[in-house]
């Protein structure tokens, strides 16, 4: 049964052509076999380009929020047309393409994100978070360990590892990454549900 637990990406990235202050959260339900991680995007304009007073951004977020996946796609391609390397465009287009169950297209949306900007760890996240989606377990496992070193680390990147770790047979990597989980926070469901499945030999996430 999946567990309706929300992992925010914290808003206050700026990067090339775009910053992500202001931003709006948006929620993805990424079923991982019995655990539900959610998949949070964002994205930021400069206004340029408006329709009636209205950025596409803040278009994009009225008309996700509405349902309206048509008119939220449209919005993004105004955005590109604007800003070619705003990378939440490409970030955006993945979360609708994920939603829809094409799998493959939203991953070359983030490729084509992570062209503009390798080392994003915004969107190797969430690369990381499609392929544990679609069980290709030892490719998210070598994204999120290229992600060890950096600082601070994504929302949930701890909780990724410890899943990529667990389907992959490291079964310590994964018990360190939970225990130092609960021990900031005691009460994190996941977390717990995780170690209570690895303590008791259900290891498959």
């Given at each position: 049964?999946?567990l309706?637990?929300?992992?925010y990406?914290?808003?206050?990235?700026?990067?090339?052509?775009?910053s992500?202050?202001?931003?709006?959260?948006?929620?993805l339900?990424v079923?991982?076999t019995?655990?539900?991680?959610?998949?949070?995007?964002?994205?930021?304009?400069?206004g340029?380009?408006s329709?009636?007073?209205?950025?596409?951004?803040e278009?994009f977020s009225?008309?996700?929020k509405?349902?309206?996946?048509?008119?939220?796609?449209q919005?993004?391609?105004?955005e590109?047309?604007l800003?070619?390397?705003?990378i939440?465009?490409?970030n955006?287009?993945?979360?609708?393409?994920?939603k829809?169950g094409?799998?493959r297209?939203?991953?070359?949306?983030?490729?084509?994100g992570?062209?503009?900007?390798?080392?994003n760890?915004?969107l190797?996240?969430?690369?990381a978070?499609l392929?544990?989606?679609?069980?290709?377990?030892?490719?998210a496992?070598?994204?999120?360990?290229?992600?060890?070193?950096?600082r601070?680390?994504?929302k949930g990147?701890?909780?990724?590892?410890a899943?990529?770790?667990?389907r992959t047979?490291?079964k310590?990597?994964?018990?360190?990454?939970?225990?130092?989980?609960l021990?900031?926070?005691?009460?994190?469901?996941?977390a717990?549900?995780?170690?209570s499945?690895?303590?008791?030999?259900?290891v498959?996430g």
């Amino acid at each position: 049964m999946g567990l309706g637990i929300k992992e925010y990406f914290a808003p206050g990235y700026s990067m090339v052509a775009l910053s992500f202050k202001n931003s709006f959260a948006i929620a993805l339900r990424v079923v991982v076999t019995g655990v539900s991680l959610f998949w949070i995007t964002g994205c930021a304009s400069s206004g340029e380009g408006s329709r009636q007073g209205v950025s596409p951004a803040e278009s994009f977020s009225r008309d996700l929020k509405a349902g309206r996946y048509l008119e939220a796609r449209q919005d993004l391609s105004r955005e590109l047309r604007l800003h070619p390397r705003n990378i939440s465009v490409w970030n955006n287009l993945a979360y609708l393409d994920f939603k829809n169950g094409k799998y493959r297209k939203a991953d070359g949306d983030l490729a084509q994100g992570l062209a503009l900007n390798p080392g994003n760890a915004f969107l190797l996240e969430n690369r990381a978070r499609l392929f544990l989606a679609c069980h290709k377990d030892e490719s998210a496992r070598r994204i999120l360990l290229s992600l060890e070193a950096v600082r601070p680390w994504p929302k949930g990147f701890r909780l990724l590892l410890a899943i990529a770790d667990l389907r992959t047979g490291h079964k310590e990597e994964a018990r360190l990454l939970l225990n130092a989980i609960l021990s900031e926070r005691p009460r994190d469901p996941l977390a717990r549900v995780y170690l209570s499945r690895l303590e008791n030999g259900a290891v498959r996430g």
